[in-house]
């Protein structure tokens, strides 16, 4: 007798109502939008997801946003991670001032003494923004030069050229090899995920810099 | 491409209208993917250039709501796609024929 009460309660409907309201009509569009902006600013799966909302009937829209969950986990936030670690690269880079300890020049593909060879070992994981510091080099006694920034995670030989001659120097991993002397403009925008093209542009200018063919991998010493 | 399962069965929902406009959520329900997988593979596509994406052209003051990403099937998505799809349709009877069998 007290269920069959209950039920015919007004007050009981009106809750039951606006919990429907709220579950079914308010939350999905809040929580889509919410989920929405964990993909990078101009990222189409933004607007995207918000406007397959509207496709979705209301009563399957609960079940279906939390099927977004799922895909922001595996889509957004890598790409916020690629992005963000690629502009923290950028703006390392670009910084006008960036003090080093010494200048240090990367002898690509040039052998620095006969049997010793230098470059960056392919499977060595680069960060994109190392990848950029091949936009500001000069030119040294045959050599394919390079200005290099913070170089994470690159296992080089390179060659550092000082007032009293040159001198062959190691470079390990998240080692400060040298002062920047960027030219931004020159700098390739190495955008999220795109690693592989990178490496292209980088095997490009080494093979423009230094002659014709394809640079040959570094031997790990 | 690696094919899988998935990519299969968005095959088989997308060559079901090769010419036509494709919605995210009704490729979800021809293919039976969810979203977790089914965009993520869409995305696959489009750097692939199998697919191509557009938006709809609408008026958003008379429709009330956002407009939607459609995909359409490229020629060499249709090629891709195609052959995708026809495996996927050859090896269904088979799959179930082999189940006949052990049942029987």
Known sequence: ?221 | MRRTVALSSLALALMADPGGQHWGYDLSRSSGLRSGVLYPILQRLLDAGWLEDDWEQIDRSIEKRPPRRFYKITALGARELGAIAASARDEQPAASRSLGVRLA
């Open chain 1, 1 to 221: 007798m007290t269920g069959l009460a209950s039920l015919t309660n007004p007050g009981l409907w009106l809750i039951a109502i606006g919990i429907a309201i709220v579950v079914f009509g308010f939350l999905p569009g809040v929580f889509t939008r919410l989920l929405a902006r964990a993909y990078p600013k101009g990222d189409p799966r933004r607007a995207e997801m918000i406007a397959e909302l509207y496709a979705v009937p209301r009563g399957e829209r609960p079940m279906w946003v939390g099927e977004q969950f799922e895909r922001v986990l595996f889509e957004a936030v890598p790409a916020r991670l690629r992005l963000s670690k690629s502009r923290r690269w950028e703006a390392k880079i670009r910084r006008p001032k960036t003090v080093f300890t010494r200048r240090a020049v990367l002898a690509l593909r040039r052998p620095t003494r006969p049997g010793r060879e230098t470059g960056v070992r392919r499977h060595v994981p680069v960060y994109p923004g190392a990848l950029a510091m091949y936009g500001g080099g000069r030119k040294g006694d045959g050599y394919g030069v390079f200005t290099a920034t913070r170089v994470s995670r690159l296992w080089v030989t390179g060659v550092a050229h000082t007032d009293d001659g040159t001198r062959v120097i190691r470079f390990r991993r998240r080692f400060v090899v040298g002062m920047v002397h960027h030219t931004p403009e020159r700098t390739p925008a190495v955008a999220a995920g795109g690693l592989r093209r990178a490496e292209t542009q980088i095997s490009d200018a080494v093979a423009q810099r230094s002659g014709a063919g394809t640079p040959r991998p570094a031997r790990s010493r």
